[in-house]
């Protein structure tokens, strides 16, 4: 038998054995994933067909690198369940792929099946989570590992092997559409959900990826995005060396810490490069810095983009696989890497060389030992995993205003109107790569209100406006609903909804012209230059608040919207971001009481869009810089978020009031401790949030930088000691020659319920 269909030879030997017997066209074979995943087969009633593309495909590079998105569903694909793949047909649709192509190739190397999973798997009855936003607001990283090994093993009981993670991307730029992908505007608190994902997905052990219950993860994307020029969708990053290993790349290291598989590059650009052309990134820091050995994956088209560099597809490719590139995701570019080769644009060794690290994914998760799955089990959604998906939700809820305690409704309110646009549409509460639903599943905020509300309370309903309309005729309704009511909660927001018969571009982003009166305000794709809440809402806000019924606004959002204009209208206000299926409950339960408000913002709100950029850990100015028209500050900031209770914060002490910097170098800590106190009569839960700002440091600092969080639930009367770790990692910074360690300077350590409201005491860390 061949070496390396040998299980017990070690693995980089049975690597070397297969690379040996691979044609030049098998090898580049292995580097594509040229092809949509719904166009691979067709279903003829209660069975699939594979198509000839597919067929055709496997013969053109003697098999197949991966194949993307055989599950997904969604308005761009097409697929739904009248043509679509659901749960409980997956296994058997996987192992007809898998074994097409291991009986129909000479060597019969296994094909990767790649998944969407950007906030759950985009796929027919596939579990969806709140939005990465709204995960971030949790502060509760150990929880959303739970919910990503569940995932996990949902999506491997279907046959799939990677999930494709959004993890890396940090939220400076609000008006960009994909804002609901990134957990938060901190590289801090980014990293801590990067490697829950990474570790709840995979495990703890890298190596270990063969078990029926973990998906190779790979992260995306690398890196920077979210800092895109205008808010624009791809745009340039302006960045630095420092504000990229400062902000951009943290998440990213903690991610190849835990194991990631693999890591997608990005669309954009850093200083005239592009990242699918950026060595320095994608080999330099990723592979001989940080000592990365997995794939690198290509974002959908990105290395047909580098035409505008190179003038050839063979050249484009030569330069993204140099550069280090691995395999590719529907690009025409990496389908010449045969020619590219033969003209001498590439070494065949550099091509070795990506093939390896495809072939090591592959013999790591098990597939030449066991290529197929077992059609006996169920990968329907299983009761834990609402009750996670739930979980998540209620913890990812913010309460930014509460005004002469409105809330919770304990009171047993007669009338409660419901008026909104995202008051009754479970798609608006869902976010961008959401796949088609079951009819009848899922919880809208109406809903959610009609199943908690006491009995013999009397819910009406009024859509009001649109998300984007400018239509009014249905404010008048709305305000009689108010009328009689003894509250009103108004649902407000975006929506990031895709509709199918829309328009998407060929990477699957949606396609808006300027202007457009499209109810989607978000999502890949869908850029807004105002963050003010679209269409008459302001409106519709105003007229209802005008009846003298106490609002209470709950703002269904993608991105951060500018609230300000709505804020003194309301007596409540709590932020739901995307809540996901279960998120109709989970407001519920918070309006009501039944559950507490413990979500804390994980990214600054700001007063308008002109206030932009309005993150909080930006550099500290040497004097004040004011605005003149309004206030500087967010308007509510980082880290925020109330409580039906009130917390106090005191006794701060260190272990050390100073430290050398050799110390810190040679693995010295500095101790935190804090004194928490319920001071209401409530219980109710707190994340505490340490902070530094440093400064005589040798480089300009920032306002705050984010070190550590504690969440802890507390009694009334109840006080709690909370302890924080300062170390090298947390005290060090990216000195002037770029080189991490920790300097002398001055700190100020901060702690609080948010990075506005801290108590402090100063840390000397001396040369």
């Known amino acids: 038998m061949e070496k390396y269909k040998q299980s017990s030879v070690p693995l980089e030997e049975r690597i070397a054995d297969l690379l040996e017997r691979m044609t030049l066209a098998e090898k580049v074979g292995q580097l594509n994933q040229r092809m949509y995943g719904w ?4 279903r003829q009633g209660e069975r699939f067909e594979l198509t000839d593309a597919f067929k055709d495909e496997v013969a053109r590079g003697g098999g197949m690198g991966a194949l993307y998105g055989l599950f997904r569903s969604d308005p761009w694909s097409g697929v739904n369940y009248s043509n679509g793949i659901t749960a409980t047909e997956s296994a058997k649709a996987a192992n007809q792929v898998q074994r097409y192509v291991l009986e129909h190739t000479r060597l019969g190397i296994p094909v990767l099946l790649t998944e969407e999973c950007p906030h759950g798997h985009q796929a027919l009855d596939g579990t969806l989570l709140p939005v990465n936003l709204g995960v971030g607001a949790t502060w509760n990283p150990e929880l959303m590992k739970q919910a990503y090994s569940l995932m996990a093993a949902e999506i491997r009981s279907r046959g799939a092997h990677i999930g494709l993670v959004s993890a890396l991307d940090m939220l400076q730029e609000p008006r960009w559409g994909r804002s609901e992908e990134c ?84 669309y954009n650009e850093i200083d005239g490069v592009p990242c699918h052309a950026n060595p320095d990134l994608l080999t330099g820091i990723l592979r001989e810095e940080w000592g990365f050995d997995g794939i690198v994956m290509a974002d ?63 013999f790591r998760l098990g597939l030449f030992e066991q290529p197929y799955v077992s059609e006996s089990g169920s990968a329907a959604r299983r009761p834990e995993y609402q009750a996670v998906n739930l979980q998540i939700a209620r913890e990812s809820l913010v309460l930014l205003k509460n005004k002469d305690n409105l809330l919770p409704l304990s009171s047993s309110p007669r009338r409660i109107a419901v008026i909104g646009p995202n008051a009754d549409r479970l798609y608006n509460q869902l976010g961008d790569y959401t796949s088609v639903q079951p009819e009848g599943s899922g919880t809208t905020v109406l809903q959610g209100i009609r199943s908690v509300a006491p009995e013999g309370t009397e819910i009406v309903h009024a859509l009001g406006c649109g998300i984007r309309d400018l239509s009014t005729a249905g404010i008048a309704e709305a305000v009689e609903a108010a009328k009689g009511a003894d509250v009103a909660v108004l649902v407000l927001g975006g929506s990031s909804a895709r509709q199918f018969g829309g328009d998407f571009d060929s990477n699957g982003a949606a396609i808006l012209s300027e202007g457009s009166p499209s109810e989607m305000d978000c999502g890949e794709g869908v850029d807004l230059a105002d963050l003010s809440l679209g269409g008459v809402q302001r409106e519709l806000a105003a007229a209802v608040a005008a009846t003298g019924t106490p609002v209470v606004a709950v703002i269904i959002q993608g991105r951060p919207h500018a609230l300000t204009d709505i804020e003194e209208l309301c007596g409540a206000i709590l932020c739901a971001w995307y809540p996901g299926t279960e998120g109709g ?110 400064s005589e440091s040798g480089i300009t600092r920032r306002f705050a930088e984010l070190k550590g969080f504690a969440k802890v639930t507390l009694k009334p009367g109840e006080r709690r000691a909370v302890e924080f770790t300062m170390g090298r990692e947390e005290l060090g910074i990216w000195n002037r020659e770029m080189k991490f360690a920790a300097e002398p300077c001055k700190v100020s350590v901060q702690v609080g319920g948010n990075s506005r409201d801290t108590i402090s005491v100063e840390l000397n860390v001396t040369a």
């Open 39 to 42: 166009d691979a087969y067709v």
């Open 183 to 266: 957990f938060s505007e901190d590289p801090y608190l980014a990293s801590q959900f990067a490697e829950a994902a990474v570790r709840g997905m995979q495990g703890d052990d890298p190596q270990q990826l063969a078990g029926t219950d973990k998906l190779a993860v790979v992260l995306k994307h690398l890196c920077a995005q979210g800092a895109a020029q205008g808010g624009r969708n791809a745009g340039p990053a302006a960045i630095g060396q420092r504000e990229l290993r400062e902000i951009h790349l943290p998440a990213a290291q903690a991610g190849a810490l835990a194991g990631a598989a693999g890591f997608m590059a990005a």
């Open 300 to 362: 959908g088209q990105a290395v047909d983009r580098l035409l505008t560099l190179t003038g050839s597809y063979e050249s484009a490719a030569a330069l993204a696989l140099k550069s280090g590139v691995d395999l590719s995701l529907w690009d025409t570019a990496f389908s010449t890497l045969e020619e590219a080769v033969k003209q001498g644009l590439v070494k065949e060794e550099e091509l070795d060389r990506a093939v390896a690290r495809v072939l090591r994914l592959k």
């Open 585 to 694: 409950q989970a407001v519920a339960e918070i309006l009501f009481g039944q559950e507490p408000p413990s979500g804390k913002l994980p990214v600054s709100l700001p007063r308008s869009s002109a206030q932009l950029p309005v993150y909080y850990n930006q550099k500290t100015p040497s004097r004040p810089r004011v605005y003149v028209d309004m206030p500087s500050a967010a308007l509510y900031p980082f880290g925020y978020g109330l409580s039906y209770t009130n917390f106090a914060y005191e006794n701060l002490s260190l272990s050390h009031t100073a430290i050398s910097a050799g110390e810190l170098e040679g693995g010295e800590e500095v101790k935190v401790r804090v004194e928490i106190t319920n001071t209401g009569a409530l219980a109710g839960t707190e994340t505490a949030q340490l902070y530094i700002q440093a």
